[in-house]
Protein backbone atom coordinates (compact mmCIF):
# COMPACT_ATOMS: atom_id res chain seq x y z
CA UNK A 1 0.00 0.00 0.00
CA UNK A 2 1.92 2.86 1.21
CA UNK A 3 4.96 1.36 -0.30
CA UNK A 4 4.09 1.88 -3.55
CA UNK A 5 4.88 6.10 -2.65
CA UNK A 6 8.39 5.88 -3.30
CA UNK A 7 8.06 7.73 -6.85
CA UNK A 8 11.21 7.75 -8.41
CA UNK A 9 13.44 6.73 -5.80
CA UNK A 10 14.37 3.34 -5.52
CA UNK A 11 13.25 1.80 -2.45
CA UNK A 12 15.66 0.88 0.24
CA UNK A 13 16.64 -2.62 1.58
CA UNK A 14 14.16 -3.09 4.58
CA UNK A 15 16.24 -2.48 7.93
CA UNK A 16 16.86 -5.53 10.08
CA UNK A 17 17.79 -4.69 13.57
CA UNK A 18 15.75 -5.37 16.63
CA UNK A 19 15.94 -1.22 18.01
CA UNK A 20 15.81 -1.86 21.28
CA UNK A 21 19.08 -4.40 21.41
CA UNK A 22 20.47 -1.67 18.85
CA UNK A 23 20.19 0.97 21.57
CA UNK A 24 21.59 -1.27 24.26
CA UNK A 25 24.47 -2.29 22.71
CA UNK A 26 25.04 1.39 21.98
CA UNK A 27 24.82 2.42 24.92
CA UNK A 28 26.30 0.09 27.05
CA UNK A 29 29.49 0.81 29.39
CA UNK A 30 28.54 4.58 28.53
CA UNK A 31 30.45 6.49 30.81
CA UNK A 32 31.03 9.63 30.84
CA UNK A 33 28.37 9.96 27.38
CA UNK A 34 25.77 12.18 27.35
CA UNK A 35 22.32 11.56 25.40
CA UNK A 36 19.71 13.72 24.28
CA UNK A 37 16.69 11.39 23.03
CA UNK A 38 13.97 12.24 19.98
CA UNK A 39 10.76 12.26 20.85
CA UNK A 40 8.61 8.64 20.35
CA UNK A 41 10.03 5.51 20.27
CA UNK A 42 13.99 6.66 20.70
CA UNK A 43 13.05 8.32 24.04
CA UNK A 44 11.51 4.92 24.92
CA UNK A 45 14.41 2.87 23.63
CA UNK A 46 16.91 5.21 25.68
CA UNK A 47 15.06 5.03 28.72
CA UNK A 48 14.57 0.85 28.20
CA UNK A 49 18.59 0.11 27.67
CA UNK A 50 18.54 1.48 31.82
CA UNK A 51 17.29 5.48 33.22
CA UNK A 52 20.51 7.27 33.20
CA UNK A 53 20.98 11.27 35.06
CA UNK A 54 22.66 11.58 31.81
CA UNK A 55 19.53 11.21 29.46
CA UNK A 56 17.60 13.91 28.40
CA UNK A 57 14.15 12.50 27.07
CA UNK A 58 12.46 14.50 24.84
CA UNK A 59 8.75 14.09 24.59
CA UNK A 60 8.16 17.21 21.76
CA UNK A 61 10.06 19.72 20.34
CA UNK A 62 10.03 17.60 16.98
CA UNK A 63 13.01 18.62 14.68
CA UNK A 64 15.12 19.99 17.59
CA UNK A 65 16.95 17.07 19.00
CA UNK A 66 20.21 17.20 16.86
CA UNK A 67 20.45 20.40 17.55
CA UNK A 68 19.70 20.36 21.69
CA UNK A 69 22.89 17.89 20.97
CA UNK A 70 24.58 20.65 19.53
CA UNK A 71 24.08 22.92 22.33
CA UNK A 72 25.49 20.45 24.60
CA UNK A 73 28.17 19.39 22.74
CA UNK A 74 29.49 22.86 22.94
CA UNK A 75 28.80 23.44 26.14
CA UNK A 76 30.30 19.61 27.37
CA UNK A 77 33.54 19.63 24.98
CA UNK A 78 35.02 16.88 27.28
CA UNK A 79 32.32 13.99 27.45
CA UNK A 80 30.95 12.90 24.54
CA UNK A 81 27.31 13.85 23.24
CA UNK A 82 24.87 11.23 21.80
CA UNK A 83 21.83 12.53 20.04
CA UNK A 84 19.53 9.40 19.82
CA UNK A 85 16.83 9.72 17.27
CA UNK A 86 14.32 9.02 14.99
CA UNK A 87 13.80 9.79 10.85
CA UNK A 88 11.40 11.26 10.64
CA UNK A 89 12.18 13.80 14.08
CA UNK A 90 15.56 14.20 11.81
CA UNK A 91 13.31 14.82 8.78
CA UNK A 92 11.80 17.58 10.20
CA UNK A 93 15.56 19.16 11.34
CA UNK A 94 17.27 18.45 7.85
CA UNK A 95 18.45 22.51 8.44
CA UNK A 96 19.70 21.58 10.97
CA UNK A 97 22.25 19.02 9.99
CA UNK A 98 24.12 21.72 8.03
CA UNK A 99 23.98 24.01 10.88
CA UNK A 100 25.98 20.97 13.17
CA UNK A 101 28.09 20.55 10.26
CA UNK A 102 29.34 24.45 10.23
CA UNK A 103 29.79 24.85 13.59
CA UNK A 104 31.55 20.94 13.49
CA UNK A 105 31.46 20.08 17.59
CA UNK A 106 33.88 17.01 17.31
CA UNK A 107 32.19 15.20 20.24
CA UNK A 108 28.67 15.04 18.78
CA UNK A 109 27.19 12.15 17.65
CA UNK A 110 23.98 12.02 15.57
CA UNK A 111 22.51 8.45 15.54
CA UNK A 112 19.02 7.95 13.89
CA UNK A 113 16.79 4.65 14.02
CA UNK A 114 16.00 4.77 10.65
CA UNK A 115 12.97 2.10 10.27
CA UNK A 116 11.27 4.02 7.06
CA UNK A 117 8.25 5.10 8.95
CA UNK A 118 6.59 7.00 11.23
CA UNK A 119 6.14 4.39 14.13
CA UNK A 120 4.04 6.56 16.27
CA UNK A 121 1.29 7.43 14.37
CA UNK A 122 0.58 4.88 12.42
CA UNK A 123 3.05 3.22 10.47
CA UNK A 124 2.82 5.75 7.79
CA UNK A 125 6.18 5.45 5.05
CA UNK A 126 8.70 8.47 5.65
CA UNK A 127 10.81 9.79 3.40
CA UNK A 128 13.48 7.92 4.52
CA UNK A 129 11.30 4.85 3.82
CA UNK A 130 10.45 6.04 0.07
CA UNK A 131 14.62 6.25 -0.31
CA UNK A 132 16.35 9.44 1.28
CA UNK A 133 19.47 8.59 2.76
CA UNK A 134 19.44 10.39 5.75
CA UNK A 135 23.53 9.58 5.74
CA UNK A 136 24.06 10.26 2.04
CA UNK A 137 22.31 13.91 3.28
CA UNK A 138 24.41 14.48 6.10
CA UNK A 139 27.50 13.77 4.42
CA UNK A 140 26.39 16.46 1.52
CA UNK A 141 26.44 19.17 4.43
CA UNK A 142 29.64 18.10 5.22
CA UNK A 143 29.33 15.58 8.40
CA UNK A 144 33.71 13.96 8.74
CA UNK A 145 32.11 10.69 9.81
CA UNK A 146 28.98 8.84 8.32
CA UNK A 147 28.19 5.56 9.41
CA UNK A 148 25.68 2.88 8.01
CA UNK A 149 24.85 0.36 10.95
CA UNK A 150 23.10 -2.48 9.35
CA UNK A 151 24.21 -5.65 10.89
CA UNK A 152 24.57 -6.27 14.51
CA UNK A 153 28.12 -6.78 13.82
CA UNK A 154 28.23 -3.24 12.90
CA UNK A 155 27.22 -2.17 16.14
CA UNK A 156 30.55 -2.85 18.20
CA UNK A 157 32.34 0.18 15.90
CA UNK A 158 29.34 2.46 16.20
CA UNK A 159 29.35 2.14 19.86
CA UNK A 160 33.15 2.64 20.32
CA UNK A 161 32.52 6.22 17.84
CA UNK A 162 30.13 7.87 19.55
CA UNK A 163 32.57 6.89 22.73
CA UNK A 164 35.19 9.14 21.57
CA UNK A 165 35.10 12.54 22.71
CA UNK A 166 36.78 13.88 18.87
CA UNK A 167 36.50 12.44 14.87
CA UNK A 168 32.91 14.25 15.32
CA UNK A 169 30.41 15.65 14.00
CA UNK A 170 28.92 11.71 13.79
CA UNK A 171 26.11 10.57 11.82
CA UNK A 172 24.75 7.01 12.17
CA UNK A 173 22.17 5.57 10.84
CA UNK A 174 20.94 2.38 12.18
CA UNK A 175 18.41 0.09 9.96
CA UNK A 176 15.71 -1.16 12.54
CA UNK A 177 13.34 -3.60 11.59
CA UNK A 178 9.83 -1.85 11.30
CA UNK A 179 7.79 -3.64 14.16
CA UNK A 180 5.56 -3.17 17.26
CA UNK A 181 8.15 -2.66 20.02
CA UNK A 182 5.90 -2.29 23.70
CA UNK A 183 6.51 1.27 25.09
CA UNK A 184 8.46 2.24 27.94
CA UNK A 185 7.95 5.61 29.10
CA UNK A 186 10.22 7.48 31.06
CA UNK A 187 9.01 10.81 33.05
CA UNK A 188 7.44 13.32 31.34
CA UNK A 189 8.28 16.47 33.67
CA UNK A 190 10.55 18.34 31.73
CA UNK A 191 11.62 20.59 34.27
CA UNK A 192 12.93 17.71 36.94
CA UNK A 193 14.58 15.94 33.54
CA UNK A 194 16.12 19.00 33.37
CA UNK A 195 17.12 19.79 37.03
CA UNK A 196 18.56 15.54 37.03
CA UNK A 197 20.43 16.09 34.19
CA UNK A 198 22.10 19.44 35.50
CA UNK A 199 22.72 18.09 38.87
CA UNK A 200 24.52 15.11 36.65
CA UNK A 201 27.23 17.58 35.80
CA UNK A 202 27.15 19.31 39.06
CA UNK A 203 24.87 22.42 38.42
CA UNK A 204 22.11 23.79 40.02
CA UNK A 205 18.92 24.61 38.88
CA UNK A 206 19.25 27.29 38.28
CA UNK B 1 12.80 60.89 6.93
CA UNK B 2 13.54 59.14 10.25
CA UNK B 3 15.59 56.49 9.09
CA UNK B 4 18.93 55.79 10.62
CA UNK B 5 21.95 53.93 9.13
CA UNK B 6 21.52 50.30 10.38
CA UNK B 7 25.62 49.99 10.18
CA UNK B 8 26.05 52.26 12.57
CA UNK B 9 23.47 50.26 15.18
CA UNK B 10 23.86 52.41 18.35
CA UNK B 11 22.35 49.31 20.30
CA UNK B 12 24.75 46.98 19.19
CA UNK B 13 27.36 47.74 22.23
CA UNK B 14 24.64 48.02 24.71
CA UNK B 15 23.62 44.70 23.35
CA UNK B 16 26.73 43.44 23.43
CA UNK B 17 27.76 44.69 26.56
CA UNK B 18 24.38 43.18 28.64
CA UNK B 19 25.09 39.81 26.91
CA UNK B 20 28.73 39.72 28.42
CA UNK B 21 28.26 41.06 31.33
CA UNK B 22 25.41 37.95 31.82
CA UNK B 23 27.69 35.78 30.71
CA UNK B 24 26.17 34.41 27.63
CA UNK B 25 29.05 32.22 26.01
CA UNK B 26 26.87 30.47 22.96
CA UNK B 27 25.20 33.10 20.68
CA UNK B 28 23.18 32.04 17.75
CA UNK B 29 21.08 33.95 15.00
CA UNK B 30 19.88 34.29 11.51
CA UNK B 31 21.26 37.54 10.31
CA UNK B 32 19.31 40.62 9.84
CA UNK B 33 20.80 43.99 9.01
CA UNK B 34 19.69 45.33 12.71
CA UNK B 35 21.47 42.63 14.12
CA UNK B 36 24.70 42.95 11.76
CA UNK B 37 26.94 44.89 13.90
CA UNK B 38 26.25 42.87 17.07
CA UNK B 39 26.96 39.67 15.18
CA UNK B 40 29.95 40.93 13.68
CA UNK B 41 31.43 42.24 17.63
CA UNK B 42 30.40 38.45 18.85
CA UNK B 43 32.31 37.28 16.16
CA UNK B 44 35.49 39.06 17.21
CA UNK B 45 34.27 38.46 21.53
CA UNK B 46 37.01 35.37 22.53
CA UNK B 47 34.97 32.94 24.90
CA UNK B 48 31.73 33.52 22.61
CA UNK B 49 30.85 31.07 20.07
CA UNK B 50 28.25 32.14 17.30
CA UNK B 51 26.47 29.94 15.39
CA UNK B 52 24.56 30.63 12.15
CA UNK B 53 21.20 29.18 11.73
CA UNK B 54 19.40 27.95 8.90
CA UNK B 55 15.57 29.04 10.75
CA UNK B 56 15.36 30.23 13.44
CA UNK B 57 13.90 27.19 15.83
CA UNK B 58 17.15 26.14 15.75
CA UNK B 59 18.17 28.55 17.95
CA UNK B 60 15.64 27.67 20.44
CA UNK B 61 16.59 24.17 20.71
CA UNK B 62 20.46 24.81 20.69
CA UNK B 63 19.51 27.15 23.50
CA UNK B 64 17.64 24.95 25.26
CA UNK B 65 21.08 22.44 25.09
CA UNK B 66 23.68 25.10 26.49
CA UNK B 67 21.46 25.11 29.59
CA UNK B 68 21.13 21.67 29.94
CA UNK B 69 24.90 21.41 29.77
CA UNK B 70 25.40 24.73 31.87
CA UNK B 71 25.70 27.19 29.67
CA UNK B 72 23.92 30.40 29.12
CA UNK B 73 22.70 31.07 24.97
CA UNK B 74 21.06 33.93 23.46
CA UNK B 75 19.57 33.94 20.23
CA UNK B 76 19.04 37.49 17.56
CA UNK B 77 16.50 36.91 14.97
CA UNK B 78 14.32 39.08 12.87
CA UNK B 79 10.50 38.97 13.81
CA UNK B 80 9.77 36.78 10.83
CA UNK B 81 11.84 34.40 12.82
CA UNK B 82 9.49 34.76 15.37
CA UNK B 83 7.03 32.57 13.71
CA UNK B 84 9.20 29.95 12.97
CA UNK B 85 10.28 29.21 16.66
CA UNK B 86 6.52 28.59 17.41
CA UNK B 87 6.08 24.90 18.47
CA UNK B 88 9.80 24.81 19.06
CA UNK B 89 9.36 26.72 22.40
CA UNK B 90 6.98 24.11 23.55
CA UNK B 91 11.01 22.90 25.00
CA UNK B 92 11.22 26.26 26.79
CA UNK B 93 7.87 25.98 28.72
CA UNK B 94 7.70 22.07 29.27
CA UNK B 95 11.36 22.05 31.23
CA UNK B 96 11.12 25.43 32.29
CA UNK B 97 14.08 26.68 30.53
CA UNK B 98 15.97 30.26 30.80
CA UNK B 99 15.41 31.53 26.91
CA UNK B 100 16.76 35.28 25.80
CA UNK B 101 15.70 36.52 22.59
CA UNK B 102 16.58 39.69 21.13
CA UNK B 103 14.10 40.40 18.12
CA UNK B 104 14.73 42.93 15.00
CA UNK B 105 11.40 44.25 14.48
CA UNK B 106 9.49 44.60 10.52
CA UNK B 107 6.47 45.33 9.41
CA UNK B 108 5.39 48.13 11.86
CA UNK B 109 7.04 51.81 11.92
CA UNK B 110 7.29 52.79 8.35
CA UNK B 111 7.16 49.86 6.43
CA UNK B 112 7.54 49.56 2.78
CA UNK B 113 7.02 45.73 2.56
CA UNK B 114 3.34 44.62 3.18
CA UNK B 115 4.98 40.52 3.03
CA UNK B 116 6.64 41.97 6.28
CA UNK B 117 3.32 43.17 8.07
CA UNK B 118 1.93 40.18 9.18
CA UNK B 119 4.36 38.32 10.97
CA UNK B 120 5.53 41.45 12.81
CA UNK B 121 2.04 42.54 13.64
CA UNK B 122 2.16 39.00 15.30
CA UNK B 123 5.27 38.77 16.65
CA UNK B 124 4.48 39.83 20.16
CA UNK B 125 0.84 38.32 20.44
CA UNK B 126 2.77 35.16 19.70
CA UNK B 127 5.66 34.98 21.74
CA UNK B 128 3.07 35.85 24.97
CA UNK B 129 1.28 32.96 23.83
CA UNK B 130 3.83 30.73 23.92
CA UNK B 131 4.67 31.56 27.50
CA UNK B 132 7.48 34.48 25.87
CA UNK B 133 7.41 37.86 28.02
CA UNK B 134 8.18 40.29 25.58
CA UNK B 135 9.82 43.86 26.53
CA UNK B 136 9.63 46.27 23.65
CA UNK B 137 12.49 48.84 23.37
CA UNK B 138 11.05 52.62 21.55
CA UNK B 139 13.60 54.56 23.27
CA UNK B 140 17.74 53.81 22.78
CA UNK B 141 18.39 55.05 26.66
CA UNK B 142 15.67 52.18 27.75
CA UNK B 143 17.83 49.77 26.03
CA UNK B 144 20.59 48.99 28.90
CA UNK B 145 18.28 48.91 31.93
CA UNK B 146 16.18 46.30 30.29
CA UNK B 147 18.43 44.02 28.67
CA UNK B 148 20.12 44.30 32.85
CA UNK B 149 16.27 43.32 33.74
CA UNK B 150 16.06 40.49 31.03
CA UNK B 151 19.12 38.38 31.59
CA UNK B 152 18.22 38.08 35.31
CA UNK B 153 14.75 37.53 34.75
CA UNK B 154 15.83 35.02 31.88
CA UNK B 155 19.21 33.21 33.81
CA UNK B 156 18.09 33.47 37.20
CA UNK B 157 14.26 33.54 37.30
CA UNK B 158 14.47 30.44 34.76
CA UNK B 159 11.90 32.82 32.36
CA UNK B 160 11.55 33.07 28.66
CA UNK B 161 12.02 36.57 27.52
CA UNK B 162 12.32 38.49 24.42
CA UNK B 163 13.55 42.10 23.50
CA UNK B 164 11.75 43.55 20.39
CA UNK B 165 13.90 46.23 19.47
CA UNK B 166 11.03 48.53 17.46
CA UNK B 167 11.33 49.39 14.07
CA UNK B 168 11.19 53.64 14.95
CA UNK B 169 14.15 52.72 17.04
CA UNK B 170 15.83 50.80 14.80
CA UNK B 171 14.94 52.74 11.56
CA UNK B 172 12.92 52.11 8.77
CA UNK B 173 15.00 49.76 5.86
CA UNK B 174 15.82 51.97 3.14
CA UNK B 175 14.72 50.92 -0.35
CA UNK B 176 14.28 53.92 -2.16
CA UNK B 177 16.57 56.41 -3.16
CA UNK B 178 15.40 60.07 -1.69
Not at chain 2, 26 to 36: I, Q
Not at chain 2, 125 to 144: C, F, H, N, Q, Y
Request: charged fraction near 15%; hydrophobic fraction near 45%; charge should be negative.
Amino acid sequence: MAEGMSGALPAPAPGKLDRRKAVAALLENRGPMLVVSGLGSPTYDTFAAGDHDGNFYLWGAMGGAALMGLGLALAQPDRPVTVITGDGEQLMGLGGLATIAVRAPKNLSIVVLDNGHYGETGGQLSHSGAGIDLGRVAAATGFTAVMDVVEESDLAAAREAIGTVGGGPRFITVRIAHVETPRALPARDGSWIKSRFRGHLGFGPN
Amino acid sequence: MTTTDRTVSPWAPILHAALLAADVRHVTYVPDAGHARLIEMLRDTPDVVTTVLTTEEEGVAIAAGAWAGGQRAALLMQSSGVGNCINMLSLIAACRMPFLAVVTMRGEFSEFNPWQVPMGSATEPSLKLMGVRTLRIDRLEDLAAQMASATTMAFNGDQAIAILLSQQLLGAKKWLKE
